[in-house]
């Protein structure tokens, strides 16, 4: 039988810090990551792709401004938002993932989903949102759009100071349409879902789904997909090769095997960064202790050869 | 066994031209709109629903603008536009939808498709662009645009005058992931797909997919995956509860039964609108042409007593 696996393909596996993110960049960095997949389809793999939206939800909340100030187009919520990012990335993905497939002459189909993850509503993450979104503020805006539109802000930490709108980054609890999902795949179908961390909404009181602006984390919530549709691995795609204990310190070494305890044990220590490896590092945990066999975290290239990448398991 | 059918929703089932398009009104009405399709799911159809996207995709066009001039973020081609609006509505839609079925009882997976659909590239709509998009320019914009980014203008016929402008509306050839579609449909989950009437591509010399900007009319893309997938019978719903000869003329009068060759005639003679009644009707045709027992236009509202709604048939 075929192992299937999750594959979460990060943010810059599309659009790169360093470029615009015109729709010809990427393209071409979209072909890139994706033919790496191939090695895992020609092992016989079936495939869950999942991906980031960082870029391209900032850009769009940006662009939702400009037009409610230069056209009085009026803005879409959050939750919009990240639904539209899954048709922009889902399309490329499944369009370019085609002709992939098609250079190394594999016939599957690509079907890609629109995902809603079900969330934690009353969980902590609510009452002191932290994830900052859209462009940054001066205070007087920031006060404006707080009374108009109930924004919370917070400090931009980073370059250019002034505020930033915060939205809450909850729990992840269900992925829906994941039997759905489990048995595409398993039929041999590539299934593209959860773009972005999935589009966040909770259950109320009569059993109705109802938006909520947040956002998932999304090497979290392709986790909770992967425990979901009970898949025997989940790699996570970023920026770098390995998981680094001592990142950039003198004494930096690569982490190629790591155990569960050993991972706790070095989450405890803040050996890793925490808005980049710590929360991918937690993915792979949640995926390796509720019954998947094996988490990868590594970059699209090393896929070629399964003895690169690290590779966390429960021993 | 269950009929299959597949309901196309016009763009005003969710935004109305009165309308600014805030999320609140577009989720009031396609609440409203979705219900009706209750009556189908009582009747034990299997439901296919597609939708349009012009309102959504002339408000994506102009943000796209706004962002541009305003943060210098570059703007996507519309291909991607379309697939942006499908994630928008798709996600509006299926989170809609679960909850009219949750008032009225009824289980059933609910599932977004982001939907491809191959054109006719080399077709004469090409060769002719006429599908007014975006916003109207000033004649110095305009050629300023044609230069910079190929962009083809035309005069605007309707209210504010300027140029607009044009891309082909080819004619679709094939949605892809269709046999997908057929069998999870035919499972009875209801399926979304073919939003904005699918994101256009083509296949070029070497099979590989490849983006193209042009707009594809939605009930013709509906009309086609009606036929893909051997469907039963093809709604259209719109403004109007029937199909009218002689429409706002003193002679007006409902056309409840109407034939293949009567409505050939028709078109024939020019009774239907040229932007409006004549291509659902061409849609129409096409699928009772194509194997379709029959196809419906009505309201949403007249689903409730089938008695309503313009019927056409082969006999």
Redo the contacts between chains.
């Keep these: 039988m075929n192992k299937l696996a999750v594959v979460a393909l990060g943010g810059n596996a599309l659009q790169r810090d360093n470029q ?4 010809e960049e990427q393209e071409k960095n979209t072909f890139k990551t994706l033919e790496n997949l191939v090695f895992l389809l020609k092992d016989n793999y079936n495939l869950v792709i999942t991906h980031g939206n960082g870029p391209q939800v900032g ?2 909340l ?6 409610e ?3 009085g ?2 803005q ?2 959050l ?2 938002c990240v ?6 990335i ?3 993905i ?2 370019i993932l ?2 992939a497939l ?1 250079k190394h002459g594999i016939h599957k ?1 690509v ?4 995902t ?1 993850v079900v969330v934690d509503r009353k969980g902590k993450a609510f009452s002191n949102p932290v994830k900052r979104i859209g ?1 940054s503020y001066s205070p007087e805006m920031a006060a404006k759009l707080q009374q108009e539109k109930g924004w919370a802000f917070k400090e931009e930490v980073k370059s250019g100071g002034g505020l930033r709108r915060v939205v809450a980054s909850p729990q992840p609890m269900e992925v829906l ?1 994941n ?2 999902i489990r048995r ?1 795949v398993e039929e041999g ?1 590539i299934v ?1 879902a959860t773009g972005g961390g999935g ?1 966040p ?1 909770y259950i109320d009181a ?4 109802r ?1 909520v602006e947040a956002v998932i984390d999304k090497d979290m919530a392709s986790s909770l997909l992967a425990v979901n549709i009970k898949a025997d691995e989940f790699y996570i795609l970023t920026d770098v090769p390995y998981v680094y204990l001592n990142y950039k310190k003198p004494d930096q070494r690569i982490a190629e095997f790591i155990t569960r305890d050993e991972a706790r044990n070095y989450l405890k220590m803040g050996m890793f960064g925490e808005g980049t490896m710590a929360p991918k590092m937690e993915a792979a945990l949640y995926f390796i202790e509720n019954g998947g066999s094996k988490s990868v975290i590594t970059e699209a290239t090393k896929l070629e050869n399964k003895k690169f990448g690290s590779c966390i398991t429960m021993h």
Aim: proline share 5%; no cysteine.
């Design positions: 615009r993110g015109t729709i850009d769009l940006q662009r939702n401004d400009a037009g100030q230069m056209y187009i009026p879409m919520p939750d919009v639904a539209g990012t899954q048709g922009e889902g399309y490329m499944e369009r085609r002709n098609n189909n079907i890609s989903l629109i809603q462009r349409n039997s759905v595409l179908n593209l589009i909404v009569k059993g109705n789904y938006p």
